[in-house]
């Protein structure tokens, strides 16, 4: 039924959560992968007067992604999935748009994608990426809630 899976990944544990239940489904579904990264370039342009920093920040943003798009697709590989990547720098606009337009160009079939746990007041000002695909997209989409820090802290525990 689902044979293209598009997988935004940040490196958070939330979205290898996500990438995870998409490897998983993938397996099930005999489908392949398309792992997003997005270096927000917006964070820099918010301090013009570090502009000689701001390219070694840039940088380091590029290389962060790649590592994680390499860890992901490392990751997918070794369950025996097919899986491609991409990796996009944003100058404007939200997140979720450039998502979508990652879905709508390959033409997925469903994104999974892991959310943070944000709740309350830090949920009001920074929004969900996750929310707003949801909203904005006909596309199925199918989130895979992270942990709080504070239950993964405590499951760990009880693990050891």
Do not use: C
Not at 58 to 86: P, S
Not at 128 to 144: G, H, K, N, Q
């Amino acid at each position: 039924m689902y044979k293209k899976i598009l997988v935004p990944v940040d490196g958070s544990s939330a979205s290898m959560q996500g990438l995870r239940e998409a490897v998983r489904f993938a397996k099930d579904q005999k489908a392949r992968l398309r792992i997003i990264h997005i270096v927000d370039e917006t964070v820099l342009a918010q301090y013009p007067e570090a502009l000689d920093a701001t390219g070694r920040l840039l940088a380091t943003f590029i290389d962060d992604g790649k590592k994680t798009l390499n860890d992901a697709v490392t990751l997918a590989r070794r369950q025996g999935i097919k899986a491609e990547y991409v990796l996009y720098k944003k100058l404007l606009g939200a997140l979720s748009n450039l998502i979508l337009r990652e879905a709508k160009k390959w033409q997925a079939d469903i994104i999974v994608m892991g959310t943070h746990a944000q709740s309350g007041i830090q949920h009001f000002f920074l929004g969900s990426a996750a929310e707003a695909i949801a909203r904005s997209t006909r596309l199925p989409v199918l989130l895979i809630h992270g942990a709080p820090a504070a239950k993964r802290k405590r499951a760990a525990r009880r693990k050891s």
